[in-house]
């Protein structure tokens, strides 16, 4: 089991910048890729970033060049560092976390952390 709890969510005018959170625990952190997603009024749960266990990173095309995922294991955090925010990135963000463990997919999610981009 993993526990994931998003921060770091709030109120930024169009421009600004935000870093959100996520801190684990309950299992093995460094062996789960991990993942934001966001998800806006009426419209499907996207995925916006991802890292993988060795490091390496994939980003929506809508972000690219404006947000970072990046990961800490020895504190069992995951964050997203979203520069030049839009009000079009304004949604709930979810942290992720999937591991593939003797044929079983693992997966867990938090509980979100809203994000608002005013224009």
């Known amino acids: 089991q993993v526990q994931l709890v998003e921060s770091g969510g709030g109120l930024v005018q169009a421009g600004g910048s935000l870093r959100l959170s996520c801190a684990a625990s309950g299992s093995i952190f460094s062996r789960y890729a991990m993942g934001w997603y966001r998800q806006a009024p009426g419209k499907q749960r996207e995925l916006v970033a991802a890292?993988?266990?060795?490091?390496?990173?994939n980003y929506a095309d809508s972000v690219k060049g404006r947000f970072t995922i990046s990961r800490d294991n020895a504190k069992n955090t995951v964050y997203l560092q979203m520069n030049s925010l839009e009000p079009e990135d304004t949604a709930v963000y979810y942290c992720n976390a999937e591991r593939l463990f003797l044929g079983t997919t693992y997966t867990y999610w938090g509980q979100g952390t809203q994000v608002t981009v005013s224009s």
């Open positions: 890292i993988a266990p060795g490091g390496s990173r």
